[in-house]
């Protein structure tokens, strides 16, 4: 709706107002004036009749202008009446009209964020100027409200074609830039999921879950290059990507295979090389530790790892969830792939499980144990929750992320700390 056209309902809609609020006064003063015109005609045939009675000798000449008098003092009463009823009535209404006009006004501009629309409005008009400055490669000369007033008028298109895998991914890429890292992971997953096959989608991607250094985006992000490599095994750029992100993620043997890869074609004074030289020292570092602490006695070892068992089963805080298909579920969904049970915090964004289990699909129902022990990150546990949401998928590539053709259910369970609660789940929704 253009602006024209806006001002022109609401517009019509002020007038249809005024007349509303008009229109039983303008009523009344048409009664008031026939009702007069009614009252005339009634007199002047009273005052017939009674010339009439008079000639008929029904009346005497006193009594006529008696009756006469009478019928005078009646209609000027009648009509003063009238005329004080009148006047004072325009006042009150103009008041009131007035009130009520300037209180819709302002329901009307505080309920639809009237800045909020004409900022809309402004993006979207500003829109073919920054395209434009952004296909001559002068990206560098955008200010910061340039780049939300871009953002902006390429969601408002994502409306009108929310299939725009191109359009998801452009509008990723300018959230990330602006620090919103859920948002433009959440657009770029949307986009993915709308071009599967193409590849340039599924490396950007990766690029903004390996910006986040959260572990669980991070492991994503190496399934995403493990993926693409298995594609195309040759490519330089992402074993260089496979290799630093398998460093954060601390997996020493991808990290040695895939900067071996590449490693005679950096540069020799490559800080992305020195960091990862220096951290496949510490990896094997800490691999020779852990491999000296295992050759303990027997009975030692038996041991600290009895108290350690004792520890976390005193600490034990989760679920024993029971998870169960639908009729619908049953018939359609997929019967190859993994059973992912997670839990999430209820009570913030934050869409990070907090535990997560996974399975290859077999028979249901069946009964998994969600607890501490499965956490993603040592700091963060179902200890640490109150409220979570548990949700239970069966996905057909073993990601955490929803695909299409996908089948989920979930519930929402407060923790218990220390004890394990148990729960049913039924995936009963195609995603």
């Known amino acids: 709706m253009s602006w024209a056209e806006f001002y022109l309902v609401v517009s019509g809609l002020i007038t249809l107002v005024l007349l509303i609020i008009a229109f039983p006064w303008l009523r009344r003063k048409d009664h008031a004036k026939h009702d007069s015109l009614s009252n005339t005609q009634i007199v002047k045939q009273r005052l017939a009749e009674l010339e009439r009675e008079v000639q008929e000798g ?55 964020q009237m800045e909020k629309v004409a900022q809309g409005a402004d993006a979207i008009s500003a829109l073919p100027q920054l395209s434009q400055q952004l296909a001559n490669g002068n990206a560098s000369n955008l200010t910061q409200q340039d780049i939300v007033q871009l953002a902006l008028a390429i969601r408002q298109r994502l409306r009108q074609a929310p299939d725009d895998d191109t359009g998801w991914m452009y509008f ?133 790892n009895q108290k350690r068992a004792e520890n976390a089963s005193d600490a034990l805080t989760g679920f024993t969830v029971s998870v169960s298909l639908s009729e619908d579920a049953l018939a359609h969904a997929p019967t190859e792939g993994f059973l992912i049970v997670f839990a999430q915090d209820a009570n913030s964004q934050n869409k990070m499980p907090a535990a997560v289990v996974k399975m290859p699909i077999q028979g249901f129902p069946v009964s998994v144990e969600l607890t501490t022990r499965n956490a993603m990150m040592p700091q963060y546990t179902l200890a640490s929750l109150s409220q979570v949401t548990i949700t239970a998928r069966l996905s057909i590539d073993g990601d955490v992320a929803p695909a ?28």
């Open 58 to 112: 029904l009346i005497s000449e006193h009594d006529k202008r008696q009756a006469v008098d009478e019928l005078k003092l009646a209609l000027v009463d009648e009509s003063a009446f009238q005329a004080h009823k009148t006047g004072n009535a325009t006042l009150p209404l103009l008041i009131c009209g007035i009130i009520a006009l300037a209180s819709g006004a302002w329901v009307y501009f505080y309920v639809n």
């Open 172 to 304: 990723g890429r300018l959230m990330l830039s602006l620090g919103q890292e859920i948002q433009a992971i959440e657009a770029m997953d949307k986009a993915v999921s709308l071009s599967p096959d193409k590849s340039a989608n599924r490396i950007t991607l990766a690029q903004a879950l390996m910006t986040t250094a959260d572990v669980n985006n991070l492991k994503r992000a190496q399934g995403l290059l493990l993926g693409l490599l298995n594609d195309n095994p040759q490519n330089d750029n992402l074993a260089l990507m496979m290799a630093v992100v398998s460093a954060q993620l601390g997996d020493l043997n991808n990290t040695k295979r895939f900067y071996s890869q590449v490693e005679g074609k950096l540069p020799s004074d490559s800080d992305v090389a020195k960091r990862l030289v220096s951290r496949i020292e510490e990896l094997e570092q800490q691999s020779i530790t852990v491999g000296a602490q295992t050759e303990q006695p027997a009975s030692q070892l038996s041991q600290v």
């Open 404 to 431: 299409k053709g996908e089948w989920q259910g979930n519930t929402q369970v407060a923790v218990r700390q220390g004890d394990l609660t148990s729960i049913s789940v039924i995936i009963d929704k195609e995603l």
